[in-house]
């Protein structure tokens, strides 16, 4: 079973392979969303484009299914490493930052201690 680290949250959670990355942070009760989508998101139809996460390691060379053709188009000015959860399903374990146009204190350090603690496979 892929773990999923979400480095905001200090949270390691578990999933099934091919599980929906918006669907697992929700049910853990993690927030996706800043402002805007708080104030309204399509549900993870993929035209809000407000559930971004970055990625930030794995122990494999494609942890995550390939952006789908709205990444493509709508993630086109934003990082490399940023993905829209709804669109993303979970190959294997994998380290997130949700939010990641939300700064928080720290982020650096906690992002490099997350990447350097062992990432169940
Ligand atoms: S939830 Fe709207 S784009 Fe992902």
């Not at 930030?56 to 494609?62: D, K, L």
């Not at 993630?75 to 190959?91: A, E, G, Y």
Request: include cysteine; charged fraction near 25%; glycine fraction near 10%.
């Amino acid at each position: 079973m892929p773990t999923i680290r979400f480095v905001r949250e200090g949270k390691d959670v578990k999933c099934s392979i091919g599980a929906n990355l918006r669907d697992v942070a929700l049910q853990e009760g993690i927030e996706l969303y800043g402002l805007k989508g708080t104030l309204g998101n399509c549900g993870g139809c993929g035209q809000c484009i407000t559930c971004f996460v970055s990625i930030e390691g794995s122990n494999s060379p494609e942890p995550l299914s390939g952006l789908t053709e709205v990444e493509r188009a709508k993630l086109r000015r934003r990082p490399k490493h940023w993905r829209l959860s709804c669109q993303t399903l979970v190959k294997s374990s994998v380290i997130v930052v949700t939010r990641p146009q939300v700064s928080f204190q720290n982020s650096r350090k906690f992002i490099a201690a997350a990447c350097e603690a062992e990432l169940p496979e």
